[in-house]
């Protein structure tokens, strides 16, 4: 069994990209995922020969986590225009710092409300959603097939919902397109996700680790009730980068050195 490769988000509470790095080396952790929310980290703002530099000096590696309202399938055409070149501008990103993973989030969309229901759009223009996702599929695919970059979508607790489930399914079908699962997301979704990623295992590739419970998430490793020792294994079986997704200096530092108490880091 492979020995699993722990990283860190980063965190808003420190300043720049060496606090981070710093931390990152001090809890012995191998990667930081840039958090292209954040303003730093935008593409045009992004230092990279500095980046790389550090890179070089602490001996740690990158991943990249596009923005969170990142939407493929928006039906607006300038609107999804914009998305495909911040998805090109980050793929180049990735190649010039040796990223190896890309992670992205489905985005559910806008819905109505009804007095008695929900309806969202995607679902409503199903045809043309998949239109959407097809294109972008191919797109992505186009930019990734000839390096050695990961397309990684995170399971966010919204699988249960059919459109979509079915669009990750037509992007799984491309080689260079893989699965995050978030087992904290999962765990306070109330495991909406866990069949699609048994279903599609093969596919995993990267996980975010934070515990969870009802309805408290990001919490510390083993202050919730995930079986994380569970975790870990599918982790090392599927050779998956691994984040420890926690929000707070003090609480990456909780779930680092749990992980040491019972042998499980490094």
């Given at each position: ?65 596009l923005p969170e309202e990142f939407d493929i399938a928006n039906f607006n055409k300038y609107v999804r225009e914009a998305y495909e070149k911040i998805f090109k501008d980050t793929v180049e990103l990735a190649a010039g710092l ?169």
């Amino acid at each position: 069994m492979k020995k699993i490769i722990w990283g860190m988000p980063t965190l808003i509470e420190l300043n720049d990209i060496e606090e981070n790095i710093s931390l990152c080396t001090s809890l012995g952790l191998d990667f930081i995922e840039l958090n292209m929310n954040m303003p730093e980290y935008q593409p045009d703002k992004i230092e990279l020969d500095r980046l790389i530099y550090l890179k070089d000096k602490y001996n740690i590696f990158y991943t990249i986590h596009l923005p969170e309202e990142f939407d493929i399938a928006n039906f607006n055409k300038y609107v999804r225009e914009a998305y495909e070149k911040i998805f090109k501008d980050t793929v180049e990103l990735a190649a010039g710092l040796n990223c190896p993973v890309i992670n992205m989030h489905m985005n559910s969309g806008v819905y109505f409300t009804l007095p008695s229901r929900r309806i969202h759009l995607y679902s409503k223009y199903f045809n043309e959603y998949i239109d959407r996702i097809k294109g972008f599929g191919a797109y992505a695919q186009s930019l990734l097939e000839d390096g050695d970059i990961r397309l990684c979508i995170e399971i966010t607790g919204i699988y249960d919902m059919d459109y979509i489930r079915k669009a990750v399914e037509l992007l799984l079908d491309y080689d260079r397109i893989y699965l995050t699962w978030d087992i904290g997301h999962d765990r306070s979704s109330g495991y909406r996700d866990m069949k699609f990623i048994m279903d599609n295992i093969d596919k995993l590739k990267h996980m975010h680790f934070h515990d969870a419970l009802d309805k408290k998430d990001h919490l510390p490793l083993f202050e919730g009730d995930i079986d994380i020792c569970e975790k870990i294994d599918i982790a090392k079986k599927c050779d998956c980068l691994s984040v420890i997704e926690t929000k707070t200096v003090e609480g990456l530092r909780a779930s680092v050195d749990s992980l040491l108490k019972k042998g499980l880091l490094g």
